[in-house]
């Protein structure tokens, strides 16, 4: 067969299906090693990415109305510190009205703790290897029945045997209980107690970094960013840029407002179901449940999680202690399945399994503030993909309906 003849088959194919690129093996190495990199440094760089992130991210979203205020000649510092203000100030005040049910619950902790500690004893107590034990009473009344027997018909008769006192039955020995579970549980609660002590100053410098990183992101971010796009020859389609901005700037602030709305409706609605039905504590856990659904899939998990042990608190363990999950879990399925889809839209469209693989990374990388922030991050960089038309077969596979 000719060489001719062997090639026309792949001419064919690629008439068919286009050319297919090949990537040179070196290339993808390197791009796989480059992706570790990337991760790596996201992961060991936390301390001083995150409230980078984050602060890039509210500047986004706040960004806009600083530009409105800027149009009335109100100056940047003065609105940026008006809306960090009217953002903090409510919050602010929530976590007073919380302050007292919070002492409550963290005095209760001890109290659950220590149950759980008795309750673990008993049942390590139980799958302790056992000890020799003393004859049960039954048993015992038929040995000595069985004695006087044999006594009462002359066999193994003694006269020195029945001079002999008989000894007394040793007593039972005491098993002491194996409560190396329960060990380990107070143990585990203090390291983490010690993490969480030795983590506060950390977090509060991070909190600090945001508020100003935020501040001058705000005030001082909008000109910089003009004359990057001036000054930097990369950047060859000025209106473009400015344009992508504007656009992830619009539909990040009308999706993180959208949703922060949704959590509010779904807190209130909660808070007031479960203040009906006689939950101690509603407010908090209306408030709880808002904050956790920021974090699909797993926010409602943990939420359910608290309510069923809050349940079990008041009500103890019998039937009615579920009544507070039931409640949320009714409304949070009313919200998901039918409101939150139809007021976002197809543009904000996520397929869940992508969704929830992004939200366990993001969680493995930065924690809490990850989980919370994945989605908003998420969004930013489907909508920029979208806008430069790069990644499009990713894009596509993103919005695949669930």
């Known amino acids: 067969m000719s060489e001719?003849?062997?090639?026309?088959?792949?001419?064919?194919?690629?008439?068919?299906?286009?050319?297919?690129?090949?990537?040179?093996?070196?290339?993808?190495?390197?791009?796989?090693?480059?992706?570790?990199?990337?991760?790596?440094?996201?992961?060991?760089?936390?301390?001083?990415?995150?409230?980078?992130?984050?602060?890039?991210?509210?500047?986004?979203?706040?960004?806009?109305?600083?530009?409105?205020?800027?149009?009335?000649?109100?100056?940047?510092?003065?609105?940026?510190?008006?809306?960090?203000?009217?953002?903090?100030?409510?919050?602010?005040?929530?976590?007073?009205?919380?302050?007292?049910?919070?002492?409550?619950?963290?005095?209760?902790?001890?109290e659950l703790s220590a149950q759980l500690t008795d309750e673990l004893d008993e049942f390590s107590e139980k799958l302790s290897p056992s000890k020799v034990q003393a004859p049960a009473p039954a048993q015992r009344t038929l040995e000595i029945q069985e004695k006087e027997g044999f006594r009462l018909f002359g066999w193994f008769r003694d006269d020195e045997e029945e001079e002999k006192p008989e000894k007394a039955p040793a007593p039972p020995p005491v098993n002491v209980p194996d409560s190396a579970v329960s060990d380990r549980v107070m143990q585990g609660s203090v390291e983490l107690m010690v993490q969480l002590l030795g983590a506060t100053p950390v977090v509060l410098a991070q909190f600090l970094t945001f508020v100003i990183l935020v501040m001058f992101m705000l005030v001082f971010g909008p000109l910089l960013y003009t004359n990057f796009i001036t000054v930097f020859p990369q950047v060859r389609d000025k209106q473009a840029a400015n344009e992508l901005l504007a656009d992830v700037q619009h539909e990040l602030s009308r999706y993180i407002l959208t949703v922060s709305a949704i959590n509010a409706v779904l807190g209130v609605v909660t808070g007031f179901a479960l203040w009906a039905?006689?939950?101690?504590?509603?407010?908090?856990?209306?408030?709880?449940?808002?904050?956790?659904?920021?974090?699909?899939?797993?926010?409602?998990?943990?939420?359910?999680?608290?309510?069923?042990?809050?349940?079990?608190?008041?009500?103890?363990?019998?039937?009615l202690a579920l009544m507070p999950v039931l409640i949320y879990f009714s409304i949070n399925m009313i919200e998901a399945q039918f409101f939150t889809p139809m007021v976002l839209g197809r543009n904000m469209r996520l397929n869940p399994l992508i969704l929830m693989l992004w939200l366990i990374?993001?969680?493995?990388?930065?924690?809490?503030?990850?989980?919370?922030?994945?989605?908003?991050?998420?969004?930013?960089?489907?909508?920029?993909a979208a806008r430069l038309n790069v990644f499009t077969h990713w894009v596509k596979l993103i919005e695949t309906p669930g």
């Open 361 to 384: 990374a993001w969680g493995w990388v930065w924690g809490v503030v990850g989980v919370l922030i994945a989605v908003p991050l998420l969004v930013c960089l489907k909508l920029a």
């Open 4 to 110: 001719l003849e062997q090639e026309a088959p792949s001419n064919e194919i690629e008439e068919i299906t286009g050319p297919r690129k090949q990537v040179p093996p070196v290339q993808m190495a390197l791009y796989w090693l480059l992706s570790l990199a990337i991760l790596y440094t996201l992961y060991f760089a936390k301390s001083l990415l995150l409230p980078v992130v984050v602060a890039a991210l509210f500047a986004l979203l706040l960004s806009p109305l600083v530009g409105v205020f800027k149009r009335f000649h109100i100056p940047r510092v003065l609105s940026a510190l008006m809306l960090l203000a009217l953002i903090g100030v409510p919050f602010t005040l929530l976590g007073m009205q919380l302050a007292e049910p919070a002492q409550k619950w963290a005095k209760r902790i001890p």
């Open 277 to 319: 039905m006689g939950v101690e504590d509603a407010l908090l856990w209306g408030v709880m449940v808002g904050l956790l659904n920021f974090a699909p899939y797993v926010g409602p998990i943990i939420g359910m999680a608290v309510l069923c042990l809050a349940g079990v608190v008041q009500y103890g363990p019998v039937l």
